[in-house]
């Protein structure tokens, strides 16, 4: 439903349902919007270190092509599959709890945790080889295979988009932990699965935005 | 009108002030007209519809599109009218004069250095001949500065690892003040320098003689003249007061102790040493914010500077 | 305790009220079965002693007592950041060192513009009076996420933390606009200021989410997007540039971070990097923050005037529209603080024809809320007082603003004084007086006291002429060339800096008065009636101070809040059958 | 904001959440495997310049398009949601663009020595 803009109590109080919500179908509408809400904001704070790089590239096209040759197209369309693998799984954990099927709820989001982890895991290799190679964020940077001077400023907005969309994916996987706890306790049924629900919000938008960060990182040799 | 003037803006003392001076006029006089209006509206609404009584009657009056219509378009016009103006003036002072005379100058903490084109080099001071625009290719060594000359109504910020212009032609001899107005730290407020306007044949004869003049002087006088046209005493005082940096008075021979635990006896080596490379060796109790003199003192200079400080005691 | 003159009745179906599916919009309300219920006065049991102990408030999910504890936090700001503004003036007494060395000066500055807009002027409004009276203004029993409420005051507080640590551990001496690359090099602990604004922004971006929500779904029965009070639409507005916005800023300060800790040079032209670009990240916040410090402002003096007015707004929907469309096209103008930073030109044109686009709508509001007074039954209490100086600095603030958007102008003004003078006019005369209006227009139904109105008067008016004689001789001397952040300064400027010291102590016992005046009026003030002004909103319906819930009986909204032509009996309107 | 502004927020019907089926879930995320592999093999047959990143940008869209559409329900959603994430779509165009308008079209003054 929707609208929901009414405050008038409809009695049929659940326990889920907080106090100033007049039933459970306006408490879900307000948790979903409210999440939605958030994800603008998360997208606006992704936005500018796509600002930063746009910026760059519009200054050194040349300095993209070179540095991004660095970064290995496999390993990052590997993510990119394992990425989309963990919100399909999500989805279909969202399906579950519509569906009353708690084990499924459980079953897809340890999928789902399982794959993050294999996400967080290449990157951490991905990471160690450019380590090894001298290639650090800034003003540690000593590699010299790539001849421009501002390379370094490349794999500096390189860590930081990763970096910081790495970090989200930690904290999905804390939630989606969370959520298993909670889902093995019975605490999601079609009737209530809002933190299932925006918590696959969440996690879809950090797919999201790694399937912008794949091409303009890694595709642009 | 004048008189009034200027109380509230500077001598306008460049082919553009007058025009950017107008805008300002303008905008002033329209916002107090309106200004008056409101307060005017204020005063006799409050005034004439004064509550009577808790049971005051009011009229529902909800809205009136013709004259929402009128604020918006009359306050529209006049900003427009603003913007081109505001606008013609800008492009106006971005846009330099392709015969314009060229300087280069050099923010630093907490100093402008200007270069000409015969290779003079002056701190603090820039010379420009009147009549004539000057353009000023500009750059920082650190931060952020801005080169402000209120009298000039010019301003453009320099910056590091980059060029930035401005340009001006002053209307006629004499002095005004450039400002720093870009924070840029402790002496920010102490950044300033002089823009000194010659008729034009003065600029020549300064020009021809500025940089045999030192030629001449014995070098107490002409290290005492470097000392002031260098503005160490931003930072350095005579009298023995501790500025940003250490005082002058009786340095030289002084035991100093560094920021490392060694002390140095003050010679002639280690004074040249802070004027070229002040970084290298940090008095304790001091920033190292003294900028580099490279390239601005020639050795000779330094020379005069030293025997000058030999006597400050 | 209520009367229960039935007004209208009609049948009610489950559909109709449990809303599923169903908006309540006129029509529906029509056929609820609601009665008046004339507001309790002196209530025994209410929100502030419902439940008693410390532990109560710090665990508190209520909505208006977590505004309680911003407020008492922001006073705590303000009273730092003003007397850091004190001590800024007394050392600007004399044209070389007055008391402090120019380093310590530095640092106040910074501090006191850090505080003032990051501690103080963006959480006031909408943390301590939004959070307050929205619910109440909606009809809700709270806002719609009210624990997430809690955590963004609690992260307030951390925020604050940080910034304590940085002030007790070297400071910083960046001014609170941060810059690179002076920020990037400077000593000091700016990476400790940088986290704690960093995490005030998720408080207030928290903020922002919680009241959006609650604007769309929690509204009572009948409170369609025409009868929200416009204070519900200026905070509406901030909320979107809050959400908008304030990313952004995060972004930057986490960018600047990097840039101390590891020398990423995205910023820093030392390791090639674009000092400007830091100035349109920084800008891209900082400007539509300006908004967020004025737009609930412009909320709070709609509904003063209207009320001191006894009146219809005039331009219900002007005023409403105008508050989104300064939101929006505040978001465009962000290099007006560049136009001499070196941008482009064809940007410094753009943003400077957008910028005057921003004083249209603005003086949209000024002008309906002038007709609102036109035949009106005007009294001039406190909040309208404040309310009227209101108009009078925001105009000046505003049209001086104008000033520094016309180009050539504004290369001669920029970084003068004549911007600290702007700036002030507009937050300082604009922003905190809306914001002293609307804390003594609620002050009864927050504390259920009155203040003493004598000296609520003398207060304004030494607060008013202090703030004149502080900052006009500003424009003067700023228009002269008297650039700011200047710790010493050339002697022909004095005469005006003393003049504008001297106005700032008047201000400060001005407000010394007001700290005063209102702790007795919270200790032992008279009693205030549940609506001492006799207004027709919603929030004046229930007793003062509220009841815990905010209503004893779900709201029926059958008329504008603005309807000073209907019976106030038409207002009083409650569901019937079910209660609280 | 129209007078009658729920309406537009009332936009499904009753209570049904909407259920994807599980074929369809695949079918989505399928789509979204293909398109991975066809963006990377585009890079790998190496399209001049400025095409190689419409492509791959392009493909971005489309990708990003199905998982907010169908993972994130957006399609069956209220309306207001869907203006959430254009509003912020519309704010990065105009943070980007109007940034470009300055770093684009810097003129630096040449120095003469
Ligand atoms: C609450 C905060 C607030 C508000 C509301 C405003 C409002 C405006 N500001 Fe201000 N501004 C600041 C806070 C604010 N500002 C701060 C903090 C700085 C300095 C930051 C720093 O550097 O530290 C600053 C700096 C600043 C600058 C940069 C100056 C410089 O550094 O060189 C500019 C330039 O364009 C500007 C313009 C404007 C304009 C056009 C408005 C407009 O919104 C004003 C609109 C209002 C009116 C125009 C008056 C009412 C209208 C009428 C009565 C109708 C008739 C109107 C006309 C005929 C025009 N402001
Ligand atoms: C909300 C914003 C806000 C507010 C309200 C104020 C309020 C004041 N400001 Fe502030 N100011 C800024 C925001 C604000 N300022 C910003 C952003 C800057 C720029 C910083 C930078 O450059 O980085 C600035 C800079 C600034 C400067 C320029 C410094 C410089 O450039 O060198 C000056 C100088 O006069 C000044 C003065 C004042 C004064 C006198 C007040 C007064 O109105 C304060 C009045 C309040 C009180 C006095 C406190 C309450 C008092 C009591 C409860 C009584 C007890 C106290 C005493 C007896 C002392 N401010
Ligand atoms: Cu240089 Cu301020
Ligand atoms: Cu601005």
């Not at chain 1, 945790?113 to 290449?122: P, R, S, T």
């Not at chain 2, 103006?85 to 004069?97: E, H, I, K, S, V």
Request: hydrophobic fraction near 50%; include cysteine; charged fraction near 10%.
């Amino acid at each position: 439903m929707s609208s929901s803009d009414i405050a008038i109590d409809s009695g049929a109080h659940n326990s889920h349902v907080q106090h100033h919500f007049v039933n459970s179908e306006q408490q879900f509408e307000s948790s979903k919007m409210g999440m939605w809400v958030f994800l603008v904001t998360e997208i606006l704070f992704f936005g500018g270190l796509f600002l930063a790089y746009i910026v760059y590239r519009a200054w050194n096209p040349e300095l993209y092509t070179a540095a991004s040759e660095e970064l290995n197209t496999i390993w990052g369309a590997v993510n990119t599959l394992v990425l989309i693998g963990s919100s399909l799984t999500v989805a279909m954990a969202i399906r579950s709890a519509q569906m009353n099927q708690q084990k499924g709820i459980v079953i897809n989001l340890a999928i789902t945790i399982a794959l993050a982890c294999v996400f967080m895991v290449i990157k951490y290799f991905e990471y160690a080889h450019k380590f090894h190679l001298g290639i650090f964020p800034g003003e540690y940077y000593t590699y010299t295979g790539i001849d421009h001077p501002k390379a370094n400023i490349f794999f500096s907005i390189y860590y930081m988009m990763t970096g910081l969309h790495g970090i989200h994916v930690l904290i999905g996987i804390g939630l989606m932990i969370w959520l298993i706890v909670k889902a093995r306790k019975g605490a999601f049924s079609s009737e209530y699965y809002t933190p299932v629900e925006i918590t696959g919000l969440y996690w879809h938008l950090v797919d999201v935005i790694w399937i912008f960060l794949f091409p303009l990182l890694y595709l642009i040799d | 009108m004048n008189r009034f003037q200027d109380f509230y803006l500077p001598p306008a003392k460049s082919t553009v002030a007058a025009d950017t001076d107008a805008l300002f006029n303008f905008v002033h006089i329209t916002s107090l007209i309106f200004l008056i209006g409101i307060v005017a509206a204020i005063f006799y609404f409050v005034y004439k519809y004064k509550r009577r009584s808790e049971h005051d009657v009011t009229p529902v009056i909800t809205h009136n599109n013709a004259l929402e219509i009128t604020w918006s378009v009359i306050p529209f016009i006049l900003v427009m009218i603003v913007f081109g103006w505001g606008f013609r003036g800008y492009l106006n002072l971005r846009t330099a004069p392709t015969d314009a005379y060229e300087v280069r100058a050099i923010g630093k903490k907490w100093l402008w250095e200007f270069r000409y084109a015969n290779g003079f080099v002056s701190v603090g001071e820039l010379h420009v001949p009147e009549d004539r625009p000057i353009k000023l290719i500009m750059n920082s060594t650190d931060v952020i500065h801005s080169f402000y000359v209120p009298d000039y109504r010019i301003k453009r910020d320099v910056l590091p690892g980059r060029y930035s212009s401005v340009w001006f032609e002053a209307t006629e001899p004499g002095e005004s003040t450039v400002f720093c107005t870009e924070y840029c730290g402790t002496a920010h407020s102490n950044m300033m320098a002089k823009v000194v306007v010659h008729t034009k044949e003065d600029f020549e004869t300064w020009m021809a003689t500025a940089a045999l003049a030192d030629a001449g002087l014995p070098p107490v006088e002409l290290g005492q003249q470097l000392v002031q046209r260098n503005a160490c005493q931003t930072c350095h005082s005579i009298d023995g007061s501790a500025l940003q940096g250490p005082t002058f008075k009786g340095i030289f021979g002084r035991q100093q102790k560094m920021e490392d635990g060694t002390v140095v006896t003050v010679d002639e080596n280690y004074i040249r040493q802070s004027i070229l490379q002040p970084q290298s060796q940090i008095v304790e109790g001091y920033l190292p914010v003294m900028p580099p003199y490279q390239g601005t003192l020639n050795d000779d200079q330094i020379s005069a500077i030293i025997e000058y400080l030999k006597t400050i005691d | 305790m209520a009367t229960t003159s039935s007004f209208t009745t009609g049948k009610i179906s489950a559909e109709t009220i449990g809303g599923n599916g169903v908006s309540l919009g006129e029509k529906e309300v029509k056929k609820l079965k609601i009665k008046r219920f004339e507001p309790v006065e002196e209530p025994q049991i209410h929100y502030l002693n419902a439940e008693k102990g410390l532990w109560s408030w710090l665990s508190t999910v209520d909505h208006k007592r977590i505004g309680l504890m911003y407020l008492a936090a922001i006073a705590v700001f303000f009273l730092i950041g003003g007397t850091l503004a004190v001590l800024l003036r007394t050392e600007l007494l004399t044209p070389a060192k007055t008391f402090m060395d120019a380093d310590t000066y530095n640092q106040i500055f910074t501090l006191h513009g850090a505080i003032m807009i990051f501690f103080f002027l963006v959480p006031s409004v909408p943390a301590v009076l939004g959070n307050f009276i929205l619910p109440i203004q909606l009809g809700a029993k709270d806002v719609a996420f009210p624990r997430l409420n809690l955590a963004s005051f609690y992260i307030y507080l951390i925020g604050a933390i940080f910034a304590f640590v940085s002030i007790t551990t070297g400071g910083i001496d960046t001014g609170w606009t941060f810059y690179t690359p002076y920020s990037s090099s400077t000593g000091g602990n700016v990476m400790m200021m940088t986290l704690g604004v960093f995490i005030l922004g998720f408080s207030s971006i928290l903020t922002g989410v919680n009241f959006i929500v609650t604007i769309h779904k929690l509204r009572a029965p009948g409170l369609t997007w025409n009868k929200l009070p416009l204070n519900l639409w200026g905070l509406y507005a901030t909320s979107i540039i809050q959400i908008l916005a304030t990313p952004v800023l995060a972004i930057t300060l986490l960018l600047l971070t990097m840039e101390r800790a590891l020398g990423i040079g995205i910023f820093d032209p030392a390791l090639g990097g674009d000092p400007v670009l830091f100035q349109h990240f920084f800008w891209f916040y900082s400007h539509p923050a300006v908004y967020i410090m004025i737009v609930p402002g412009f909320g709070i003096i709609s509904e003063v005037i209207s009320t001191f007015s006894r009146k219809t707004i005039f331009g219900y929907w002007a005023i409403a529209l105008s508050s989104l469309a300064i939101a929006f096209i505040g978001f465009l103008v962000w290099g007006h603080h560049m136009f001499t930073a070196g941008q482009s030109s064809l940007a410094t044109m753009v943003f400077s024809f957008l910028t005057f686009l921003v004083g249209i709508p603005t003086g949209i509001k000024i002008f309906n809320w002038l007709a609102t007074m036109y035949k009106g039954s005007i009294q001039l209490s406190t909040p309208m007082l404040y309310a009227l100086i209101f108009l009078f600095q925001f105009t000046i603030g505003g049209f001086t603003g104008v000033m520094l958007g016309a180009l050539s102008v504004d290369i001669h003004l920029h970084d003068t004084y004549y911007v600290v003078a702007h700036f002030h006019y507009v937050m300082m005369g604009g922003m905190v007086m809306a914001f002293l209006a609307g804390l003594h227009y609620w002050w009864p139904k927050m504390f259920g006291t009155m203040y003493s109105e004598f000296w609520a008067k003398v207060s304004a008016t030494l607060v008013f002429v202090g703030f004149n004689v502080t900052f006009f001789p500003q424009f003067i001397m700023g228009a002269q060339g008297m650039p700011r952040r200047y710790y010493n300064y050339i002697d022909q400027f004095q005469p005006f800096h003393v003049t504008s010291t001297i106005g700032s102590y008047i201000m400060a016992v001005g407000f010394t008065i007001m700290a005063i005046y209102l702790l007795h009026a919270l200790i032992k003030g008279r009693k205030a009636s549940a609506n001492p002004w006799g207004s027709r909103a919603l929030e004046w319906q229930i007793p003062s101070p509220a009841p815990a819930h905010n209503f004893d009986h779900t709201p029926v909204v059958l008329n504008g809040p603005y309807d000073y032509h209907r019976p106030m009996s038409e207002f009083q309107m409650g569901v019937a059958d079910k209660k609280h | 904001m129209s007078t009658a502004p729920h309406s537009s927020e009332a936009t499904h019907s009753e209570h049904h959440h909407h259920v994807s089926s599980a074929t369809f879930i695949w079918l989505i995320g399928t789509a979204l495997f293909v398109l991975t592999a066809i963006t990377v093999g585009v890079h790998f047959i190496h399209i001049p310049a400025p095409w190689n990143i419409i492509v791959a940008i392009g493909v971005a869209v489309v990708k990003a398009f199905l998982v907010v559409a169908f993972f994130m329900n957006l399609y069956w959603d209220s309306k207001f949601n869907s203006l959430l994430l254009v509003m912020s779509i519309v704010f990065l165009v105009l943070l980007f663009g109007i940034t470009l308008l300055d770093t684009l079209f810097r003129a630096d003054p040449i120095p003469a020595f």
